[in-house]
């Protein structure tokens, strides 16, 4: 299954907690995971990395927090991604021009998979982090009103 990393939706729910307040005001990590549930250590480490990648300020203190300093319409997905998680990579089997896998010398799909990754880092590199966080999907009610099912495969 593809998945996000858990670390880029905890950016992803920081900034867009963070868009939704008034400009200038600070928001700490700690209200970030309190509001949300998230754990604090990995949150406040993205914050940490979105900070210095200049897309929020930080603010140290006692009264200090994060505030959004980039405009998020001129930052795409595939920039986040590769800020917070590193390069896009669809399979573990290679990573760029080189491959750690034993099956590779026999392998028929990594040029597939080569293809795959290109197509799906074009494609994040057409969503701005502005448009993603305030869309809205109408199978979110579902979702929400949905029962918590863990490890459940469908």
């Keep these: 299954m593809f998945k996000i990393n858990r670390k880029l939706e905890?950016?992803?729910?920081?900034?867009?907690?963070?868009?939704?307040k008034d400009?200038?005001?600070?928001?700490?990590?700690k209200e970030v995971c309190d509001i949300y549930?998230?754990?604090?250590?990995?949150?406040?480490?993205v914050l940490q990395i979105m900070a210095q990648h200049e897309i929020v300020r930080a603010e140290q203190g006692a009264h200090g927090g994060y505030q959004i300093l980039k405009d998020l319409s001129k930052i795409t997905l595939f920039d986040l991604i590769q800020i917070i998680e590193g390069p896009i990579q669809i399979t573990n089997c290679f990573h760029g021009n080189y491959s750690h896998c034993d099956m590779t010398a026999h392998c028929n799909v990594i040029s597939p998979m080569l293809n795959l990754n290109e197509r799906i880092a074009v494609l994040f590199r057409t969503i701005n982090v502005q448009d993603l966080i305030q869309s809205r999907n109408q199978g979110e009610r579902q979702i929400r009103l949905k029962p918590i099912m863990h490890g459940a495969k469908e």
């Design 37 to 45: 549930h998230m754990p604090f250590d990995p949150t406040s480490r």
């Design 23 to 29: 400009p200038g005001q600070l928001t700490s990590a």
């Design 10 to 20: 905890y950016a992803l729910i920081s900034l867009r907690h963070m868009s939704a």
